[in-house]
């Protein structure tokens, strides 16, 4: 079971770290993705990391300004978000792959589909 948090108000060029709890006993060897979901818009992958946490992966439109990192000890994956823009506007879910090798890349973690389950959300409003 997942559990996004996090999500609030924020104004364009702020900052927001989003959470994500899981309670599963396999954490540390699941890797962890972030998605977000626009308004009028189809869900999209933002950032992805591996069960070590040495490896992360993040969209285009994210690069530079998410940082995803992840803490096994308290079974959580924590997404910072810089310099936010008003497009950065959307629903953020987290999710799990039980299944990711070590050597899976980016074209592997931004596929919805191998993803065993996901959060339920938080939104992340940014403001002009």
């Known amino acids: 079971q997942l559990q996004a948090s996090g999500g609030g108000l924020v104004q364009a060029g702020g900052s927001l770290s989003l959470s994500c709890a899981a309670s599963?006993?396999?954490?540390?060897?699941?890797?962890m993705g972030w998605f977000r979901r626009a308004p009028g818009k189809e869900r999209e992958f933002v950032a992805a990391?591996?069960?070590?946490?040495?490896?992360?992966f993040y969209s285009d439109s994210v690069k530079g300004r998410f940082t995803i990192s992840r803490d096994n000890a308290k079974k959580t994956v924590l997404l910072q978000m810089n310099s936010l823009k008003l497009e950065d506007t959307a629903v953020y879910y987290c999710?799990?792959?039980?299944?990711?090798?070590?050597?899976?890349?980016?074209?592997?973690?931004?596929?919805?589909?191998?993803?065993?389950?996901w959060g339920q959300g938080t939104l992340v409003t940014v403001s002009s």
């Open positions: 999710a799990v792959d039980h299944n990711a090798i070590l050597t899976a890349g980016l074209s592997y973690f931004s596929n919805q589909g191998i993803y065993d389950s």
């Open positions: 599963g006993r396999t954490f540390s060897r699941d890797a």
């Open positions: 990391i591996s069960r070590t946490g040495l490896s992360t």
